[in-house]
């Protein structure tokens, strides 16, 4: 099946720093790709629907100048958590539509990402 | 709106037991159903999904599901699990949407598999 890579799996900054996290579908094109995030053992939240070359779309809440989101390319999709402060530790897991007629294609998801802000 | 419930947290099953994983769904339209598995610290792993067409579908690792209308369910089964299915499996739904490129697919909650010898 498709493979969504994700970048890095796992790390650690000071507070007050940024952190990036790449997500790449490998071998498809994606339009979409969606950012969610996970709290200890909690289901995956919608951060934000992520289309290339425009701008992201985010949920209810979540702040769009805290995590920036740009989809660059067909294959790249970027998570920048800026000012990263400790409650902002979590798991955010990507994931990439595989192209399909009226949105069928499948969704893969990245290895996801472990954030700990110090 | 759409929602998915999953009415487990947990589901403990013997080895070579069968196992039903419960996931029920609300939707205005048609939906798309869908489950994913994933191991601890790892992302989600495709496993099954219902489009359209024969309600029982079956997926990745001989697990399969169910699509029942009138019940608005999607259950999970396998008919004979392994310790190596022990993971956390999340029920997902979305409606197709025909404009603009969103689709959200809205997961339940998780249900944690255990499967002991």
């Known amino acids: 099946g498709a493979v969504v890579s994700q970048h890095p799996s796992r790390v650690i900054c000071k507070s007050g720093t940024s952190v990036k996290i790449e997500c790449r579908s490998l071998d498809f094109q994606a339009t979409t790709m969606f950012w969610y995030r996970q709290f200890p053992k909690q289901s995956l939240m919608l951060m934000a629907t992520?289309?290339?070359?425009?701008?992201?779309?985010?949920e209810q809440g979540v702040e769009k100048d805290k995590f920036l989101i740009n989809h660059a390319s067909l294959t790249l999709s970027t998570l920048t958590v800026t000012s990263a402060h400790p409650e902002d530790s979590s798991f955010y897991i990507c994931s990439a539509r595989e192209p399909g007629p009226s949105g069928t294609g499948e969704l893969f998801f990245g290895e996801g990402s472990r954030l700990t802000v110090l | 709106a759409q929602s998915v419930a999953q009415p487990e947290d947990q589901v403990n099953v013997a080895e070579g037991n069968p196992l039903t994983v419960k996931c029920t769904y609300s939707?205005?339209?048609?939906?798309?159903l869908f489950w994913y598995v994933q191991y601890p610290n790892r992302g989600l792993q495709f496993l099954l999904k219902?489009?359209?067409?024969?309600?029982l579908v079956k997926g990745s690792y001989g697990f399969e599901a169910e699509f029942n209308k009138s019940q608005t369910s999607f259950h999970l089964k396998k008919p004979s699990a392994l310790v190596s299915d022990s993971a956390l499996y999340f029920c997902?739904?979305?409606?197709?949407?025909?404009?603009?490129?969103?689709?959200?697919?809205?997961f339940g909650t998780g249900t944690q598999l255990k499967v002991e010898l």
């Open positions: 992520s289309n290339e070359g425009s701008k992201a779309t985010y």
């Open positions: 939707v205005s339209g048609n939906p798309y």
């Open positions: 219902y489009i359209t067409g024969d309600n």
């Open positions: 997902a739904v979305r409606v197709q949407v025909l404009t603009g490129g969103g689709n959200k697919l809205t």
